[in-house]
């Protein structure tokens, strides 16, 4: 099969480019264009045994599941933003409110808006909220960046 062949759509390998984020349970909003997603990954933990009188390898036994922080950059949002709402409500509104966790979904898609691969990250809360280094020399655009932590991950498609 060639590299071009049409594969779910789409050719592969499918264009890391085109994606859509939804944060809660929004179809469509202001809070879907990304610039870049990343820390999609999941790895499994184990923990090494050594048996005794074995000095050829170590028994490596499954722990569990850890997740890496999702981390959303686009340019820096206005106030009325639900994403920027939600992180204000967090990070200025100190331990003393309930932090309210949402479902992330992240979705690749292919030419025609079809979604190729689909991931959902549930119970996520931002734990991070950095705005990037203003630079007098670049014409850039301000860019604010999100780190969220999360529970569990699935893989839809």
Known sequence: MSVSANIEGGFYPPSAFYFKVIIGLAIVGPDTSFQDVSGISSEMGVEEVTEGGENGFVHKLPKGV?????????????????LVLWCKSIFE???NSRI????????????DAIPLRAWVFENAFPIKWEVESFNSTKNEVAIEKITLSYNTSRRLI
């Open 66 to 82: 850890k997740h890496s922080n999702l981390e959303l950059k686009r340019g820096i949002a206005t106030m009325t933003s639900p």
């Open 100 to 111: 309210i966790t949402q479902p992330v979904s992240v979705y690749l898609l292919n030419e």
């Open 93 to 95: 509104g100190g331990l």
